[in-house]
Protein backbone atom coordinates (compact mmCIF):
# COMPACT_ATOMS: atom_id res chain seq x y z
CA UNK A 1 0.00 0.00 0.00
CA UNK A 2 1.49 3.31 -1.11
CA UNK A 3 0.17 6.19 0.83
CA UNK A 4 1.29 10.10 -0.19
CA UNK A 5 0.84 12.99 1.93
CA UNK A 6 0.54 16.40 0.27
CA UNK A 7 0.84 20.33 1.88
CA UNK A 8 -1.74 22.75 0.54
CA UNK A 9 -0.67 26.57 1.21
CA UNK A 10 -3.51 29.08 0.55
CA UNK A 11 -2.04 32.52 0.96
CA UNK A 12 -5.49 34.10 1.54
CA UNK A 13 -4.41 36.76 -0.67
CA UNK A 14 -5.72 35.84 -4.29
CA UNK A 15 -2.56 34.26 -4.86
CA UNK A 16 -2.89 30.47 -6.39
CA UNK A 17 -3.24 27.61 -4.35
CA UNK A 18 -0.08 25.71 -3.74
CA UNK A 19 -0.24 22.47 -3.34
CA UNK A 20 3.21 19.53 -3.03
CA UNK A 21 3.86 16.73 -2.17
CA UNK A 22 5.52 16.06 1.14
CA UNK A 23 5.62 12.75 1.60
CA UNK A 24 5.62 9.22 0.13
CA UNK A 25 5.75 6.01 1.44
CA UNK A 26 4.89 2.35 1.55
CA UNK A 27 2.95 -0.09 3.88
CA UNK A 28 3.93 -3.91 3.50
CA UNK A 29 1.39 -6.49 5.08
CA UNK A 30 -0.13 -5.57 8.63
CA UNK A 31 1.92 -6.37 11.54
CA UNK A 32 2.44 -4.95 14.94
CA UNK A 33 5.81 -3.05 13.24
CA UNK A 34 4.22 -1.80 10.44
CA UNK A 35 1.17 -0.48 11.69
CA UNK A 36 1.25 3.08 11.26
CA UNK A 37 4.08 5.58 11.68
CA UNK A 38 7.81 4.41 12.79
CA UNK A 39 9.65 7.19 14.77
CA UNK A 40 11.95 7.62 11.67
CA UNK A 41 8.60 8.25 9.50
CA UNK A 42 7.20 10.57 11.89
CA UNK A 43 10.64 12.75 11.97
CA UNK A 44 11.02 12.86 8.43
CA UNK A 45 7.17 13.96 7.95
CA UNK A 46 7.74 16.69 10.66
CA UNK A 47 10.76 17.93 8.82
CA UNK A 48 9.07 18.11 5.60
CA UNK A 49 5.83 19.62 6.59
CA UNK A 50 8.25 22.19 8.77
CA UNK A 51 10.44 23.15 6.17
CA UNK A 52 7.71 23.64 3.41
CA UNK A 53 5.97 26.03 5.96
CA UNK A 54 9.05 27.76 6.78
CA UNK A 55 9.48 28.03 3.23
CA UNK A 56 6.15 29.85 2.30
CA UNK A 57 6.35 31.62 5.72
CA UNK A 58 9.41 33.36 4.76
CA UNK A 59 8.80 33.83 1.18
CA UNK A 60 5.32 35.19 1.55
CA UNK A 61 6.96 37.80 4.36
CA UNK A 62 9.99 38.94 2.25
CA UNK A 63 7.27 39.43 -1.32
CA UNK A 64 4.99 41.72 1.24
CA UNK A 65 7.94 43.85 2.66
CA UNK A 66 10.09 44.51 -0.31
CA UNK A 67 8.59 48.33 -0.45
CA UNK A 68 8.98 51.22 1.55
CA UNK A 69 6.49 51.22 4.52
CA UNK A 70 5.83 55.20 3.85
CA UNK A 71 6.28 56.29 0.35
CA UNK A 72 5.41 52.68 -0.63
CA UNK A 73 8.16 52.87 -3.08
CA UNK A 74 10.26 49.71 -3.98
CA UNK A 75 13.50 49.09 -1.60
CA UNK A 76 17.20 49.01 -3.04
CA UNK A 77 18.43 45.58 -2.56
CA UNK A 78 22.13 45.64 -1.14
CA UNK A 79 22.95 42.42 -0.32
CA UNK A 80 21.51 38.69 -0.51
CA UNK A 81 22.46 37.13 2.89
CA UNK A 82 21.57 33.95 4.81
CA UNK A 83 19.99 33.28 8.24
CA UNK A 84 20.46 30.19 10.51
CA UNK A 85 17.32 29.71 12.14
CA UNK A 86 16.57 26.36 14.64
CA UNK A 87 13.21 25.18 15.48
CA UNK A 88 12.35 21.90 16.67
CA UNK A 89 11.69 20.18 13.76
CA UNK A 90 14.96 20.82 12.21
CA UNK A 91 17.56 23.80 11.43
CA UNK A 92 16.79 26.37 8.61
CA UNK A 93 19.22 28.71 6.45
CA UNK A 94 16.82 31.44 5.50
CA UNK A 95 17.21 34.10 3.00
CA UNK A 96 18.05 37.60 5.02
CA UNK A 97 17.97 40.02 2.28
CA UNK A 98 19.44 43.60 2.93
CA UNK A 99 18.03 46.77 1.67
CA UNK A 100 18.87 50.20 1.63
CA UNK A 101 16.82 52.66 4.08
CA UNK A 102 14.58 54.37 1.69
CA UNK A 103 15.71 58.30 1.29
CA UNK A 104 11.93 59.24 2.38
CA UNK A 105 12.86 58.03 6.01
CA UNK A 106 15.54 61.11 6.78
CA UNK A 107 14.85 60.44 10.45
CA UNK A 108 16.20 56.94 10.57
CA UNK A 109 20.51 57.05 11.14
CA UNK A 110 20.74 53.70 9.72
CA UNK A 111 22.25 52.97 6.29
CA UNK A 112 20.34 49.34 5.25
CA UNK A 113 18.78 46.68 7.53
CA UNK A 114 18.10 43.19 7.18
CA UNK A 115 15.05 42.26 6.39
CA UNK A 116 14.32 38.96 8.95
CA UNK A 117 16.50 40.02 11.50
CA UNK A 118 14.25 42.74 12.56
CA UNK A 119 11.68 39.99 13.31
CA UNK A 120 13.84 36.87 13.69
CA UNK A 121 15.64 38.70 16.97
CA UNK A 122 16.65 35.22 18.00
CA UNK A 123 18.22 32.61 16.13
CA UNK A 124 16.07 29.80 18.22
CA UNK A 125 12.17 29.29 18.20
CA UNK A 126 10.49 29.96 21.40
CA UNK A 127 9.47 25.93 21.82
CA UNK A 128 12.99 24.55 21.02
CA UNK A 129 14.30 26.98 24.06
CA UNK A 130 11.38 25.71 26.32
CA UNK A 131 11.84 22.14 25.56
CA UNK A 132 15.84 22.20 25.90
CA UNK A 133 15.33 24.24 29.65
CA UNK A 134 12.83 22.47 30.57
CA UNK A 135 14.31 18.84 30.42
CA UNK A 136 17.85 20.35 31.14
CA UNK A 137 16.12 21.69 34.87
CA UNK A 138 15.21 17.68 35.49
CA UNK A 139 17.70 15.81 33.64
CA UNK A 140 21.17 16.15 32.77
CA UNK A 141 22.18 18.66 29.69
CA UNK A 142 23.68 14.73 27.69
CA UNK A 143 20.51 13.21 28.58
CA UNK A 144 18.34 16.30 27.29
CA UNK A 145 20.32 16.12 23.95
CA UNK A 146 19.92 12.45 24.17
CA UNK A 147 15.76 12.91 24.41
CA UNK A 148 15.13 15.64 21.90
CA UNK A 149 17.04 13.85 19.09
CA UNK A 150 15.43 10.35 19.84
CA UNK A 151 11.46 12.06 19.42
CA UNK A 152 12.77 14.94 17.12
CA UNK A 153 13.71 15.41 13.55
CA UNK A 154 16.91 17.96 15.17
CA UNK A 155 20.32 18.03 16.00
CA UNK A 156 20.93 19.49 20.15
CA UNK A 157 24.20 20.47 21.16
CA UNK A 158 24.71 19.88 24.41
CA UNK A 159 26.85 23.08 24.75
CA UNK A 160 23.52 24.97 23.32
CA UNK A 161 21.43 23.49 25.87
CA UNK A 162 23.52 24.95 28.59
CA UNK A 163 23.76 28.09 27.34
CA UNK A 164 19.86 28.38 26.30
CA UNK A 165 19.30 27.14 29.82
CA UNK A 166 21.31 30.05 31.93
CA UNK A 167 19.29 32.52 29.50
CA UNK A 168 16.55 31.39 30.61
CA UNK A 169 17.41 31.61 33.77
CA UNK A 170 18.34 34.99 33.71
CA UNK A 171 15.43 35.85 32.57
CA UNK A 172 13.29 34.09 35.03
CA UNK A 173 15.66 36.25 37.54
CA UNK A 174 15.13 39.85 35.65
CA UNK A 175 11.08 39.46 36.94
CA UNK A 176 12.35 39.83 40.64
CA UNK A 177 11.87 43.18 41.95
CA UNK A 178 14.48 44.85 43.61
CA UNK A 179 15.45 43.79 47.53
CA UNK A 180 13.65 45.34 50.22
CA UNK A 181 14.27 45.36 54.11
CA UNK A 182 10.96 45.01 54.39
CA UNK A 183 7.88 43.92 52.10
CA UNK A 184 4.60 45.08 54.43
CA UNK A 185 2.39 47.67 52.81
CA UNK A 186 -0.65 49.74 54.16
CA UNK A 187 -2.27 49.79 57.76
CA UNK A 188 -4.54 47.78 59.55
CA UNK A 189 -7.26 49.92 58.41
CA UNK A 190 -6.52 48.75 54.82
CA UNK A 191 -6.01 45.37 55.33
CA UNK A 192 -9.19 44.98 57.49
CA UNK A 193 -10.82 45.53 53.80
CA UNK A 194 -9.36 43.52 52.01
CA UNK A 195 -11.71 40.12 50.87
CA UNK A 196 -11.19 37.48 53.70
CA UNK A 197 -8.84 34.70 52.26
CA UNK A 198 -9.57 31.21 51.96
CA UNK A 199 -7.11 29.75 54.51
CA UNK A 200 -3.67 30.36 55.77
CA UNK A 201 -0.24 29.50 54.24
CA UNK A 202 2.41 27.36 56.04
CA UNK A 203 5.99 27.54 54.58
CA UNK A 204 8.63 25.80 55.64
CA UNK A 205 12.37 26.65 54.92
CA UNK A 206 15.54 24.30 55.01
CA UNK A 207 18.96 24.06 53.67
CA UNK A 208 20.82 22.00 51.24
CA UNK A 209 24.95 21.40 50.33
CA UNK A 210 26.38 21.43 46.50
CA UNK A 211 29.44 20.19 45.41
CA UNK A 212 31.67 23.21 45.30
CA UNK A 213 33.54 23.98 42.13
CA UNK A 214 36.26 26.80 41.75
CA UNK A 215 38.62 26.83 38.41
CA UNK A 216 39.84 23.28 38.38
CA UNK A 217 40.20 22.96 42.28
CA UNK A 218 38.28 19.75 42.49
CA UNK A 219 38.48 20.35 46.59
CA UNK A 220 36.58 23.27 46.27
CA UNK A 221 34.46 21.68 49.60
CA UNK A 222 30.66 22.49 49.41
CA UNK A 223 28.20 25.89 49.45
CA UNK A 224 24.66 26.14 50.94
CA UNK A 225 21.57 26.67 49.25
CA UNK A 226 18.38 27.64 50.93
CA UNK A 227 15.40 26.10 49.39
CA UNK A 228 11.72 26.53 50.41
CA UNK A 229 7.81 25.19 49.79
CA UNK A 230 4.54 27.11 50.50
CA UNK A 231 1.44 24.53 50.95
CA UNK A 232 -2.36 25.81 50.61
CA UNK A 233 -5.10 24.06 51.48
CA UNK A 234 -6.93 24.83 47.74
CA UNK A 235 -3.89 25.17 45.89
CA UNK A 236 -0.96 23.56 44.27
CA UNK A 237 2.10 23.66 46.63
CA UNK A 238 4.92 26.33 45.28
CA UNK A 239 9.02 26.21 45.81
CA UNK A 240 11.12 28.79 45.60
CA UNK A 241 15.04 28.47 45.97
CA UNK A 242 18.25 30.39 45.79
CA UNK A 243 21.88 30.08 46.86
CA UNK A 244 23.35 31.47 49.91
CA UNK A 245 26.16 34.79 49.69
CA UNK A 246 25.18 34.66 45.77
CA UNK A 247 21.60 35.53 45.28
CA UNK A 248 21.37 39.45 45.74
CA UNK A 249 17.72 39.45 46.08
CA UNK A 250 16.22 36.26 48.40
CA UNK A 251 13.48 38.28 50.41
CA UNK A 252 12.16 39.46 47.18
CA UNK A 253 12.50 35.61 45.78
CA UNK A 254 10.28 34.76 48.80
CA UNK A 255 7.98 37.54 48.58
CA UNK A 256 7.26 37.22 45.15
CA UNK A 257 6.85 33.18 45.77
CA UNK A 258 4.08 34.25 48.26
CA UNK A 259 2.79 36.35 45.97
CA UNK A 260 2.39 34.16 43.75
CA UNK A 261 0.04 31.82 46.24
CA UNK A 262 -1.76 34.42 46.66
CA UNK A 263 -0.42 36.26 49.65
CA UNK A 264 -2.59 39.43 50.94
CA UNK A 265 -1.83 41.64 54.22
CA UNK A 266 -4.55 39.93 56.08
CA UNK A 267 -3.56 36.33 55.36
CA UNK A 268 -2.77 34.06 58.69
CA UNK A 269 0.60 32.10 58.08
CA UNK A 270 3.28 30.06 59.37
CA UNK A 271 6.88 30.01 58.90
CA UNK A 272 8.65 26.90 60.27
CA UNK A 273 12.18 26.52 60.24
CA UNK A 274 15.66 25.30 62.08
CA UNK A 275 16.17 28.59 63.34
CA UNK A 276 19.43 29.66 61.52
CA UNK A 277 20.42 33.80 61.13
CA UNK A 278 19.73 33.14 57.37
CA UNK A 279 15.96 31.44 57.01
CA UNK A 280 15.01 33.46 59.82
CA UNK A 281 16.14 37.03 58.69
CA UNK A 282 14.63 36.03 55.40
CA UNK A 283 10.85 35.33 56.95
CA UNK A 284 10.63 38.62 58.76
CA UNK A 285 8.85 41.77 57.68
CA UNK A 286 6.99 39.60 54.81
CA UNK A 287 3.34 39.60 56.49
CA UNK A 288 1.96 40.72 59.65
CA UNK A 289 -0.25 38.11 60.69
CA UNK A 290 2.78 35.45 60.69
CA UNK A 291 3.64 33.21 63.18
CA UNK A 292 7.27 31.71 63.35
CA UNK A 293 8.02 28.44 64.93
CA UNK A 294 10.88 26.15 65.29
CA UNK A 295 10.89 23.34 63.21
CA UNK A 296 10.19 19.99 65.64
CA UNK A 297 12.10 18.02 63.32
CA UNK A 298 15.35 19.36 63.83
CA UNK A 299 14.50 19.37 67.57
CA UNK A 300 14.30 15.91 67.66
CA UNK A 301 16.65 14.96 65.29
CA UNK A 302 19.36 16.68 67.84
CA UNK A 303 17.66 14.83 70.70
CA UNK A 304 17.89 11.56 68.85
CA UNK A 305 21.82 11.80 68.15
CA UNK A 306 22.85 12.23 71.98
CA UNK A 307 20.43 9.37 72.89
CA UNK A 308 22.83 7.35 69.96
CA UNK A 309 25.90 8.60 71.72
CA UNK A 310 24.56 8.05 75.58
CA UNK A 311 24.22 4.67 74.15
CA UNK A 312 27.93 4.35 72.92
CA UNK A 313 29.43 5.72 76.41
CA UNK A 314 31.52 3.05 78.48
CA UNK A 315 32.38 2.73 81.95
CA UNK A 316 30.03 3.20 85.17
CA UNK A 317 27.94 5.65 83.34
CA UNK A 318 24.73 6.18 84.52
CA UNK A 319 23.32 5.29 80.62
CA UNK A 320 19.59 4.96 82.18
CA UNK A 321 19.55 7.97 84.08
CA UNK A 322 20.99 9.99 81.26
CA UNK A 323 18.13 8.69 78.68
CA UNK A 324 15.67 9.35 81.23
CA UNK A 325 17.00 12.94 81.43
CA UNK A 326 16.70 13.24 77.42
CA UNK A 327 13.08 11.76 77.76
CA UNK A 328 12.01 14.86 80.07
CA UNK A 329 13.80 17.34 77.75
CA UNK A 330 11.82 15.68 74.47
CA UNK A 331 8.82 15.97 76.47
CA UNK A 332 8.72 19.58 77.87
CA UNK A 333 10.20 20.65 74.34
CA UNK A 334 7.17 18.66 72.85
CA UNK A 335 4.54 20.38 75.45
CA UNK A 336 6.51 23.77 75.04
CA UNK A 337 7.97 24.42 78.07
CA UNK A 338 11.53 25.86 76.84
CA UNK A 339 12.12 26.77 80.44
CA UNK A 340 11.80 23.88 82.27
CA UNK A 341 13.96 21.87 78.96
CA UNK A 342 15.94 24.43 79.39
CA UNK A 343 17.07 23.48 83.14
CA UNK A 344 17.05 19.78 82.46
CA UNK A 345 19.73 19.92 79.58
CA UNK A 346 22.06 22.07 81.67
CA UNK A 347 21.32 19.24 84.76
CA UNK A 348 22.34 16.63 82.05
CA UNK A 349 25.36 18.18 80.61
CA UNK A 350 26.55 18.86 84.21
CA UNK A 351 26.39 14.98 85.11
CA UNK A 352 29.04 14.20 82.88
CA UNK A 353 31.15 17.27 82.93
CA UNK A 354 35.04 17.25 84.03
CA UNK A 355 37.63 19.36 83.29
CA UNK A 356 40.02 16.54 82.80
CA UNK A 357 38.10 14.83 80.15
CA UNK A 358 40.11 13.82 76.66
CA UNK A 359 38.82 15.99 73.81
CA UNK A 360 38.66 12.81 71.75
CA UNK A 361 36.60 10.80 74.40
CA UNK A 362 33.12 9.83 73.53
CA UNK A 363 32.08 11.43 76.90
CA UNK A 364 33.54 15.03 76.28
CA UNK A 365 32.01 15.05 72.74
CA UNK A 366 28.48 14.39 74.34
CA UNK A 367 29.14 17.18 76.88
CA UNK A 368 30.23 19.69 73.39
CA UNK A 369 26.95 18.35 71.75
CA UNK A 370 24.85 19.03 74.64
CA UNK A 371 26.35 22.11 75.37
CA UNK A 372 25.47 23.49 71.58
CA UNK A 373 22.10 21.83 71.84
CA UNK A 374 21.46 24.48 75.24
CA UNK A 375 22.41 27.32 73.32
CA UNK A 376 20.35 26.44 70.30
CA UNK A 377 17.01 25.99 72.75
CA UNK A 378 18.02 29.29 74.42
CA UNK A 379 18.64 31.63 70.92
CA UNK A 380 15.26 30.05 69.99
CA UNK A 381 13.11 29.51 72.96
CA UNK A 382 10.67 32.28 71.87
CA UNK A 383 9.51 30.05 68.79
CA UNK A 384 8.54 26.96 70.89
CA UNK A 385 5.25 26.63 70.74
CA UNK A 386 2.85 23.52 72.35
CA UNK A 387 3.88 21.07 69.62
CA UNK A 388 1.77 18.26 71.58
CA UNK A 389 -1.11 20.88 70.62
CA UNK A 390 -0.62 21.82 67.28
CA UNK A 391 -0.56 17.87 66.67
CA UNK A 392 -3.70 17.34 68.00
CA UNK A 393 -5.50 19.77 66.08
CA UNK A 394 -4.11 18.59 62.63
CA UNK A 395 -1.54 21.51 62.18
CA UNK A 396 1.43 21.11 61.10
CA UNK A 397 5.06 21.10 63.33
CA UNK A 398 7.33 20.10 60.97
CA UNK A 399 9.65 20.97 58.01
CA UNK A 400 9.41 17.18 57.02
CA UNK A 401 7.61 18.14 53.80
CA UNK A 402 11.01 20.97 53.38
CA UNK A 403 12.64 18.02 53.70
CA UNK A 404 11.23 16.23 50.09
CA UNK A 405 11.62 19.55 48.58
CA UNK A 406 15.55 19.87 49.08
CA UNK A 407 15.76 16.83 47.51
CA UNK A 408 13.70 17.77 44.87
CA UNK A 409 15.33 20.46 44.08
CA UNK A 410 18.57 19.81 44.75
CA UNK A 411 20.02 16.79 45.65
CA UNK A 412 17.48 15.02 42.24
CA UNK A 413 19.77 17.04 39.87
CA UNK A 414 22.88 18.42 41.60
CA UNK A 415 23.91 15.58 44.38
CA UNK A 416 22.65 12.18 44.01
CA UNK A 417 23.61 10.27 41.11
CA UNK A 418 25.31 13.43 39.59
CA UNK A 419 29.38 13.53 39.63
CA UNK A 420 29.39 17.51 38.26
CA UNK A 421 30.04 20.03 40.47
CA UNK A 422 28.60 23.35 40.48
CA UNK A 423 29.51 27.11 40.98
CA UNK A 424 27.51 29.09 42.69
CA UNK A 425 26.47 31.18 39.41
CA UNK A 426 25.65 27.79 37.60
CA UNK A 427 23.44 26.06 40.91
CA UNK A 428 22.05 29.32 41.26
CA UNK A 429 20.67 29.49 37.38
CA UNK A 430 19.88 25.79 37.28
CA UNK A 431 17.62 25.84 40.63
CA UNK A 432 15.42 28.71 39.34
CA UNK A 433 14.65 27.17 35.68
CA UNK A 434 14.36 23.86 37.96
CA UNK A 435 11.58 25.31 40.51
CA UNK A 436 9.80 27.30 37.36
CA UNK A 437 9.21 24.13 35.85
CA UNK A 438 8.37 22.00 39.61
CA UNK A 439 5.66 24.90 40.23
CA UNK A 440 4.68 24.43 36.59
CA UNK A 441 5.04 28.10 35.38
CA UNK A 442 8.06 27.71 32.93
CA UNK A 443 5.55 27.90 30.15
CA UNK A 444 3.71 30.54 31.75
CA UNK A 445 6.53 32.58 31.25
CA UNK A 446 7.30 31.71 28.00
CA UNK A 447 3.51 32.53 26.95
CA UNK A 448 4.52 35.72 28.77
CA UNK A 449 7.49 36.20 26.85
CA UNK A 450 6.28 35.13 23.20
CA UNK A 451 2.31 35.41 23.30
CA UNK A 452 1.90 34.00 20.21
CA UNK A 453 3.78 30.93 21.13
CA UNK A 454 0.74 28.90 22.34
CA UNK A 455 -1.99 29.99 19.47
CA UNK A 456 -3.97 27.59 18.01
CA UNK A 457 -5.13 28.47 13.96
CA UNK A 458 -8.67 26.38 13.47
CA UNK A 459 -7.52 23.38 14.47
CA UNK A 460 -10.80 22.08 15.40
CA UNK A 461 -11.01 19.76 12.43
CA UNK A 462 -7.46 18.15 13.63
CA UNK A 463 -8.63 18.17 17.72
CA UNK A 464 -11.45 16.17 16.85
CA UNK A 465 -10.85 13.61 14.07
CA UNK A 466 -13.34 10.58 13.77
CA UNK A 467 -13.09 8.08 11.74
CA UNK A 468 -12.30 5.98 9.01
CA UNK A 469 -16.01 5.09 7.25
CA UNK A 470 -17.09 5.76 11.13
CA UNK A 471 -15.25 2.39 12.44
CA UNK A 472 -11.93 4.17 13.50
CA UNK A 473 -11.42 6.77 16.36
CA UNK A 474 -8.46 8.67 17.65
CA UNK A 475 -8.59 7.98 21.39
CA UNK A 476 -7.55 11.34 23.85
Known sequence: ??????????????????????????????????????????????KNIQTECVDQ????????????NLCHKKLKLKSQNSLVYRTLFGKFKLPNPRFYI??????????SFSLLSSVLTERSSPELLYLQAKWASLVSYGMTSTILEDILPMRANISSIFHTTHKVAKRLDAAISEEKYCFISGCENDWNKLPRPNSPLVVGIDGGYIHAREGRNRKAGWFEAIVGKSLHETQASKRFGFVCKYDDKP???????LQKHGLQMNQEITFLSDGGDTVRSLQQ????????????????????????????????????????NLESIKWNLWHGNAGKALDTIESFSEDFYDENL?????????????????????????????????????????????ESTV????????????????????????????IATLNNELRDEFLRWYPNMNSINNNEELQNVASYNGSLKLLN
Open 1 to 46: MKISIQIMTDHENGEPVVIKPIMEFTKKALAPDTLGLTIEDSKSLL
Open 57 to 68: QVKHYIGNHKNC
Open 102 to 111: CSCDSDNKNK
Open 251 to 257: KSRFNTM
Open 285 to 324: NIAPYSEHLLDWFHITMKITVMKQMVSGLQGDTPKDSLTK
Open 358 to 402: DKNSKRYKLWKYSDEFYTYIKLNKHYITNYAERHRYGEIISTSFV
Open 407 to 434: NEVISKRMVKKQQMRWTKEGAHRMMQVR
